[in-house]
T-cell receptor
């Protein structure tokens, strides 16, 4: 059972288009993180959101944490080929003794020039 | 070093052999995590260390998997009697402490079982 569901699984767009990817769960998280992973490399943290309703902007990327802290979205404006990669969301449960992050399966984004 | 270092970067071995994967976390980071990533899948949590102890090992998929951490630094993940379904990328991450949600990942070890 996947605790975090990401959609879409694959996204292929042209340079300059906008896109949104979603990360949904029935569970409440203490915080939620977005990572980007490129082939042959480990995930790299993009942002951490901790407050329900929080919106963070990182250049052309806008991240939102749902009011109930169960879901999140990542919006990219005017996508560029350099945005290509696997985008992973991960939820943190501070009540867990495992000290773990729960990862979604990711959205594979391809931006064509 | 500046980041999390994992070795080897690639490992090819025959079914039934034992393998050891190594992780050097960022210096001073007390929390260390192992994940497995199968092709087309997200990250599957395996085990977490706080210092040298592992509070919960229930993420390990079978008793063929074990991990240890010495000196609050290097960690080794050992897989005994490897099976083809063990083929995956094994990722290690560290964070400053358990209260810090930011995990810094290494580039992983790509394990292929023939």
């Amino acid at each position: 059972t996947q605790l975090l569901e990401q959609s879409p699984q694959f996204l292929s767009i042209q340079e300059g288009e906008n896109l949104t990817v979603y990360c949904n769960s029935s569970s409440v998280f203490s915080s939620l993180q977005w990572y980007r992973q490129e082939p042959g490399e480990g995930p790299v943290l993009l942002v951490t959101v901790v407050t329900g309703g929080e919106v963070k902007k990182l250049k052309r990327l806008t991240f939102q944490f749902g009011d109930a802290r169960k879901d999140s979205s990542l919006h990219i404006t005017a996508a560029q080929p350099g945005d290509t990669g696997l985008y992973l969301c991960a939820g943190e449960d501070r009540g867990s003794t495992l000290g773990r992050l729960y990862f979604g399966r990711g959205t594979q984004l391809t931006v064509w020039p | 070093g500046a980041g999390v270092s994992q070795s080897p970067s690639n490992k090819v071995t025959e079914k039934g052999k034992d393998v050891e994967l190594r992780c050097d976390p960022i210096s001073g980071h007390t929390a260390l995590y192992w994940y497995r990533q199968r092709l087309g899948q997200g990250l599957e949590f395996l085990i977490y260390f706080q210092g040298n102890s592992a509070p919960n090992k229930s993420g390990l998929p079978s008793d063929r998997f074990s991990a240890e951490r010495t000196g609050e630094s290097v960690s080794t993940l050992t897989i005994q009697r490897t099976q083809q379904e063990d083929s995956a990328v094994y990722l290690c991450a560290s964070s400053a402490d358990r209260g810090d949600p930011t995990q810094h990942f290494g580039d992983g070890t790509r394990l292929s079982i023939l």
